[in-house]
């Protein structure tokens, strides 16, 4: 069973995006333990503040990383994977540590210091979604692999 822990900047408000989490995370109780942390989103005031922004929002994430766990970090900039090559991938990388931690940004991205500390940088796409909706769509991409893995009728 995947251990997997996910770090994310800003809280989810949007019921829609609540009840689409809750549904994931009500699927994924058979394939995977999932906890989330939520780091507190900095305003932002303007873009001239990026990089103060972005360092106390990793302060916030470089604290709540465990140790012994294998770290991905979301990333526009991160590998891409086919439906099955993420699969494998995940199984892959549960074999490195205990856990698996997944960081998702604020919407300034992570600082360079959470993707140092990071195995590997991950993007879901070459398209920008919110933090709220990459959560969702993070969550989602697990079932999917989880299902794959398993040989379950989601993916076709």
Do not use: C
């Not at 604290?63 to 012994?68: E, M, R, S, V």
């Not at 526009?76 to 940004?105: P, V, Y």
């Not at 697990?142 to 076709?156: L, P």
């Amino acid at each position: 069973m995947l251990d997997i822990l996910i770090i994310s900047v800003g809280t989810i408000k949007e019921p829609f995006w609540q009840k689409a989490i809750e549904e994931y995370l009500k699927r994924l109780r058979s394939h995977a333990r999932i906890s989330v942390i939520e780091v507190p989103e900095e305003r932002i005031s303007s873009v001239a503040d990026r990089e103060r922004i972005l360092k106390i929002e990793a302060e916030g994430i470089l604290t709540k990383i465990p140790k012994d766990t294998f770290v991905v970090a979301l990333d526009r900039a991160g590998k891409m994977f086919n439906s099955r090559e993420w699969a494998d991938q995940l199984n892959i990388w549960s074999r490195f540590g205990k856990r698996l931690t997944f960081i998702i940004g604020g919407p300034l991205g992570l600082a360079p210091s959470v993707l140092e500390k990071s195995a590997v940088t991950l993007s879901l796409a070459k398209m920008t979604f919110t933090h709220q909706m990459s959560r969702v769509i993070l969550l989602e991409q697990i079932y999917r692999a989880s299902m794959i893995s398993s040989g379950g009728q989601y993916h076709y």
